[in-house]
């Protein structure tokens, strides 16, 4: 008798439990990613899906995985983690992906925004801390270490005040609806997706459509890269 409601009761139990965030794990140090795998192992709603030690076999992980959440490095053997990133966000855009980096080069921040990361975080991080780096970031939020705002927002800064005549623009910008840029804009104040709701007054699904639009309009992948673009051809202004 009580086994036949332990049953049902999981049953209901299960229909209403959201599906695992699924992750992979991209790191050329094995106890890197031992020490990742024992931190995501212990949440309940992450799924380790599977690991990869360089960009080249990331990318046929990634494929066979089909993993919600990509936590990678960036200097790897055989192919780096931007070419991997760009190769992945060109064959499921959906798939966040993480650069989880002992880099603080500006260098290699810009060209992992333009290559589609979703955040950039340095291997300083607590462990204990990853976990909800992978929620925030699924959640549709774009992550940045402290330690490396600053060289972004110098970047914004740069772009913004940039003269019309030293952009060269081969093609016009994408028009963007003006409830699509109103949404822009609050983005490029590092707002996610619940507060923009409700500053808007709107839901957080439409939030969402809306933020979808934006970059398939800017032809990119990730909420950073579309405030990037945005300033640099005068689409936004946020002082």
């Known amino acids: 008798m009580s086994t036949?409601?332990?049953t049902a009761g999981q049953a209901v139990d299960a229909v209403r439990r959201p599906e695992p965030i699924r992750v992979l794990i991209v790191d050329d140090h094995a106890l890197f990613r031992r020490g990742l795998e024992m931190v995501l192992e212990e949440e309940d709603d992450i799924e380790l899906v599977g690991q990869a030690s360089d960009g080249a076999e990331a990318r046929e992980r990634?494929?066979?995985?089909?993993?919600?959440v990509v936590l990678m490095d960036i200097r790897m053997p055989k192919s780096?983690?931007?070419?991997?990133c760009r190769a992945m966000k060109e064959a499921a855009p959906s798939t966040k992906i993480v650069m989880l980096t002992i880099s603080d080069e500006e260098e290699d921040l810009f060209e992992a925004i333009r290559a589609g990361a979703s955040g950039y975080l340095l291997k300083d991080i607590p462990l204990d801390e990853v976990a909800e780096a992978v929620r925030?970031?699924?959640g549709g939020q774009s992550l940045i270490s402290p330690a490396m705002a600053g060289k972004l927002l110098t970047e914004f800064a740069t772009l913004a005040r940039r003269p019309d005549e030293e952009r060269v623009q081969q093609v016009p910008p994408p028009k963007?609806?003006?409830r699509e840029m109103e949404v822009l804009k609050l983005v490029a104040?590092?707002?996610?997706?619940?507060?923009i709701a409700r500053e808007l007054f709107i839901?957080?699904?439409?939030?969402k459509n809306h933020v979808r639009n934006i970059l398939e309009k800017l032809q990119i992948h990730s909420r950073m890269e579309a405030v990037m673009i945005a300033l640099r051809d005068k689409l936004i202004d946020i002082g």
């Open 189 to 195: 104040k590092g707002m996610n997706n619940r507060d």
């Open 136 to 138: 925030s970031v699924h």
């Open 4 to 6: 036949g409601l332990g």
């Open 203 to 207: 839901s957080e699904n439409t939030v």
């Open 62 to 68: 990634a494929g066979e995985s089909l993993p919600d």
């Open 176 to 178: 963007l609806t003006d």
């Open 80 to 84: 780096t983690g931007i070419d991997a």
